[in-house]
């Protein structure tokens, strides 16, 4: 797990590498200097993420949502759009839409590891959040999977997939598999976003003195 600072570090040099704004998902501690490295972070989109091995995996959808207020479990955390978690998807590399992934079992693997999966046995992951939806027959539930190619089968069970909530009597108003957790978010606090911007602003600073330093006009001058 890496430290907030190294966090820090780690992100201001992905975004402004490169020579262009590069957006980069980095894992950071929820309890500051703790190691927990239970939050990813979205640099790109100043969000952060709740992994979904830490917490929210098989409870309900209002089981979690009556727990996003002062001293609750998931305490300024919401539950997260079909399009932000489709977002966070693809700024890890992998495709959005639902179905199969061929060639893309290390990356899927990759993005589960680091937001945290919900199913977990030898080569194999899987991750399956519950998301914010306003009324029944929307998308509720989406998952990445990521299991090795069996020997002749060229796309391999790597898939994106994606669920309909179903009517009252269903998994959206009742408790949830043990194995579903949820896609859970919040804004970047305020005292990460200036750590990012100082972070940011002695890397430019370095970048520039370098380039002073081994200008050819400065060296003509000497």
Same mark, same amino acid.
């Given at each position: 797990?890496?430290?907030?600072?190294?966090?820090?570090?780690?992100?201001?040099?992905?975004?402004?590498?490169?020579?262009?704004?590069?957006?980069?998902?980095?894992?950071?501690?929820?309890?500051?200097?703790?190691?927990?490295?239970?939050?990813?972070?979205?640099?790109?989109?100043?969000?952060?993420?709740?992994?979904?091995?830490?917490?929210?995996?098989?409870?309900?959808? !209002?089981?979690?949502?009556?727990? $996003? #207020? =002062? &001293?609750?479990?998931?305490?300024? @955390?919401?539950?997260?759009?079909?399009?932000? %978690?489709?977002?966070?998807?693809?700024?890890?590399?992998?495709?959005?839409?639902?179905?199969?992934?061929?060639?893309?079992?290390?990356?899927?693997?990759?993005?589960?590891?680091?937001?945290?999966?919900?199913?977990?046995?030898?080569?194999?992951?899987?991750?399956?959040?519950?998301?914010?939806?306003?009324?029944?027959?929307?998308?509720?539930?989406?998952?990445?999977?990521?299991?090795?190619?069996?020997?002749?089968?060229?796309?391999?069970?790597?898939?994106?997939?994606?669920?309909? !909530?179903?009517?009252?009597?269903? $998994? #959206? =108003? &009742?408790?949830?598999?043990?194995? @579903?957790?949820?896609?859970?978010?919040?804004? %970047?606090?305020?005292?990460?976003?200036?750590?990012?911007?100082?972070?940011?602003?002695?890397?430019?600073?370095?970048?520039?003195?370098?380039?002073?330093?081994?200008?050819?006009?400065?060296?003509?001058?000497?």
């Amino acid at each position: 797990m890496k430290s907030l600072l190294s966090s820090v570090v780690l992100a201001t040099a992905l975004c402004i590498g490169g020579g262009g704004a590069k957006a980069a998902l980095v894992s950071v501690d929820l309890v500051a200097g703790s190691g927990d490295g239970q939050i990813t972070r979205d640099t790109e989109r100043g969000l952060e993420w709740l992994d979904h091995d830490a917490g929210s995996l098989g409870r309900s959808h !209002a089981d979690v949502s009556s727990n $996003f #207020g =002062l &001293g609750g479990d998931f305490e300024g @955390f919401r539950y997260a759009t079909r399009d932000e %978690v489709e977002a966070l998807i693809v700024e890890a590399g992998l495709p959005a839409e639902n179905g199969p992934m061929p060639s893309m079992y290390a990356g899927a693997l990759a993005f589960i590891e680091l937001v945290g999966g919900t199913i977990h046995s030898p080569g194999d992951a899987s991750l399956l959040g519950v998301m914010e939806y306003t009324r029944l027959g929307d998308y509720f539930l989406k998952g990445v999977v990521a299991e090795p190619s069996p020997i002749g089968d060229p796309t391999g069970h790597t898939y994106i997939t994606c669920c309909v !909530a179903p009517d009252a009597t269903g $998994f #959206g =108003l &009742g408790d949830p598999p043990a194995l @579903f957790s949820s896609w859970l978010v919040r804004p %970047v606090p305020e005292p990460a976003i200036a750590g990012l911007l100082v972070a940011a602003l002695v890397v430019i600073g370095v970048t520039r003195l370098r380039f002073v330093i081994e200008s050819p006009v400065r060296r003509d001058l000497e």
